[in-house]
């Protein structure tokens, strides 16, 4: 009896020891792949996690620094921009950041400029910042627009029901509210990072599809990137809000403002 309760113990601290290394293993994409490997997850329609992982793991050739090994990552950029055309939100999102990664395939370039017009946010934000490393100015305006506070929209006619309050901090896909319309019921989604600025219509207010709601203030990371960006591409009519961010702004992180300095020095060069 001793014996068995000995073996039960053993087997149920292994169990605690296995369950977190696989679930790791499942989700964590530093795993390395192989060519076959990485056809076979592009492939997978069913599990776009295997699709993530092999973006990551193509991104991850292109910026290594062996020849060899970013070379072997061109066979598969005609996968990258059918992920960026065809795929879910996430993928395409994680597409147009990894095209940003080899500003010397035309492809990426052209690819790029048509995810601008992308219904998603963070895709033609992510198109923009990618765009300048190519030294492509054209996503300014959407690199402009990440300073700003984001107006997202109802995703129907109906009723609006509140859910989160003025100066929560989300991420993408935190829930918002709800829009009740006919007895059936829409969650509304943020597809951006940020925090709660402010409602715009009262709760329990009829909407329209497609109407403003709710004003989302950017996140310290997307800000910092923005500003990185209009280092490099920024005009004379970005110094108002960089100057802003230089001047000091509460609540955000130290890196922000040097980055800000940084940015409106580099916009006065190029007066």
Do not use: C
């Amino acid at each position: 009896m001793k014996r068995r309760w000995l073996f039960a113990v053993l087997v149920l601290a292994f169990l605690f020891v296995l369950m977190p290394f696989l679930f790791w293993e499942a989700t964590w994409f530093g795993r390395p792949l192989d060519d076959a490997q990485l056809q076979t997850a592009l492939a997978d329609r069913e599990h776009p996690r295997e699709i993530q992982h092999a973006l990551a793991q193509i991104a991850d050739r292109i910026i290594a620094p062996d020849p060899a090994r970013r070379d072997s990552a061109r066979r598969f950029y005609p996968d990258v921009i059918r992920v960026a055309q065809g795929s879910g939100d996430e993928l395409r999102i994680t597409a147009a950041w990894l095209m940003g990664q080899d500003n010397s395939a035309p492809e990426f370039h052209r690819e790029l400029l048509a995810l601008l017009a992308d219904a998603n946010p963070m895709v033609r934000r992510n198109a923009a910042l990618a765009l300048v490393r190519f030294g492509d100015a054209s996503g300014v305006g959407e690199i402009r627009a990440i300073l700003e506070p984001y107006p997202a929209p109802a995703p129907q006619t109906g009723n609006l029901a509140q859910r989160l309050k003025p100066s929560e901090a989300i991420n993408p896909g935190a829930l918002l509210g709800r829009i009740e319309s006919g007895g059936q019921t829409i969650e509304m989604r943020s597809q951006v990072p940020g925090t709660i600025d402010r409602w715009l219509v009262p709760d329990g207010a009829a909407v329209g599809a497609s109407q403003p709601l709710v004003l989302i203030d950017p996140s310290p990371a997307e800000i910092w990137e923005a500003l990185r960006a209009l280092f490099l591409v920024g005009q004379i009519q970005d110094l108002p809000e960089v100057e802003k961010l230089a001047s000091g702004v509460a609540g955000m992180p130290p890196n922000i403002r040097r980055q800000a300095e940084l940015t409106a020095q580099a916009i006065r060069a190029r007066k």
